[in-house]
């Protein structure tokens, strides 16, 4: 890349302190993939009796560590495992080359920590379509093997970056029947952001104990209102992935367990929104709050086009209170919408009610709202009871000028 991009104007000041999680290490090295003078290859070493789930892109044309993982990721096993990822390269529309340099990778990791292929996990982000050096990846197994530490979850956050502008944390503790579990995860992602699954790359670990089965179930189910509710750009990668490890190594069980979910909700969606202030060339993250629609899958419909839409999103970014553009993101949207029910608000400030423009409204108070760097659009459709929230940022020209550069 041309240069790394200054850190996003809605990045959090610093990288959270996270919760220890018995049962997993991690090591960061650079390898040299694409970038220098950065570390761009991490490892997360898993306990024996781990748990693993994960969701992935559903996108036809999937790297070859994403077909590898789903491959693996329904298999139970009591063995250890391991979750190695490089940044620079995805390792996508690669061929045979693709699926030899993963299980050149994989099989390094398990020969190194003694663990059955089928428990080693790859990841690869960055360009598509140059075959991914693996040498310079499996050159490096021993010294990340030999730094594993339990207290290294930053440094591997940080060797998973691309264009993102800041590393990626969030966790949380909660309390299950009086015993403590701990959670932590670290995505990243910035760019190419419309997932139909998960989103970017996402690792999560927790010490809870829950078989694989019921983890996979609430992952999955927590997936839709948090990573599969983000857009920065409306395109969807070829390597989009969420693993996570479940340790047992509180000895807490935690299955059915709402205070669990919750947190675990938490974490998932504390780390989407962090992608989403990291949007390329993002200068405002904005949630978009649908009600009344015919169900809930069009209420969905209808944020997602609002989210999506070029136009709005350059007026979010010149602080336009064009509502006259989110009209007609509903009404381009495919779902059921009657324009005489529509009733649109900018945060408390109502625009438009049942159809037409609020007697009250003002533009110079739509305009002061727009100034906010976290904004909420309000849409109701006043058909039925289904609700969706996604959240999006604005489109500035930042976002060209990193897509432009992104190879060079």
């Not at 010294?143 to 502008?165: C, K, P, V, W, Y």
């Not at 064009?322 to 059921?336: C, E, F, L, P």
């Not at 727009?370 to 849409?379: E, P």
Request: one cysteine or more.
């Amino acid at each position: 890349m041309a240069g790394t991009p200054p850190r996003s104007p809605l990045a959090p000041e610093q990288f959270p302190n996270l919760p220890r999680i018995g049962g997993v290490s991690f090591s960061a090295v650079a390898a040299g993939v694409k970038y220098q003078g950065r570390t761009d290859v991490m490892l997360a070493q898993i306990a024996p009796g781990s748990s693993i789930a994960g969701v992935f892109t559903k996108s036809s044309t999937r790297a070859a560590p994403v077909l590898d993982c789903q491959a693996k990721i329904g298999g139970d096993s009591d063995a250890g495992a391991a979750v190695i990822v490089n940044s620079g390269n995805a390792n996508a529309f690669t061929g045979k080359n693709g699926i030899e340099a993963t299980r050149a990778v994989t099989s390094a990791v398990a020969s190194a920590l003694d663990l059955p292929e089928t428990r080693v996990f790859s990841s690869s982000t960055g360009v598509i379509g140059e075959p991914l050096a693996h040498d310079r990846i499996t050159a490096k197994i021993v010294e990340l093997q030999a730094t594993l530490d339990e207290d290294a979850i930053e440094a591997a956050a940080e060797a998973i970056r691309t264009t993102d502008t800041f590393a990626k944390g969030a966790g949380a503790e909660t309390d299950v029947n009086g015993s403590k579990v701990s959670i932590a995860g670290i995505a990243k992602g910035s760019g190419m952001i419309a997932p139909d699954m998960a989103t970017m790359l996402v690792y999560i670990f927790t010490d809870a104990k829950i078989e694989r089965a019921d983890l996979q179930a609430m992952v999955s189910e927590l997936n839709e209102v948090t990573f599969n509710s983000i857009t920065v750009d409306s395109d969807t990668s070829t390597s989009d992935s969420l693993l996570i490890a479940a340790t047992g190594a509180s000895g807490v069980d935690v299955t059915n367990n709402a205070d669990f979910k919750t947190a675990l909700h938490g974490v998932m969606k504390d780390l989407a929104l962090q992608v989403v202030r990291d949007g390329e060339g993002a200068t405002k993250l904005v949630e978009i709050q649908v009600t009344g629609a015919l169900n809930d899958a069009e209420a969905r419909t209808h944020g997602l086009s609002i989210a999506n839409s070029p136009l709005v999103k350059t007026a979010i970014a010149g602080e336009d209170p064009n509502w006259g553009r989110i009209v007609m993101a509903i009404g381009k949207s495919g779902a059921t919408a009657d324009r005489d029910l529509l009733s649109i608000r900018f945060g408390d400030v109502r625009v438009a009610d049942k159809g037409w423009v609020c007697p009250d409204y003002r533009e110079d108070d739509g305009a002061a709202y727009m100034k906010q760097s976290n904004l909420v659009i309000g849409v109701d459709l006043g058909i039925g009871s289904g609700k969706s929230t996604v959240w999006t940022c604005d489109l500035t020209h930042g976002y060209i000028t990193i897509n432009a550069d992104y190879r060079s």
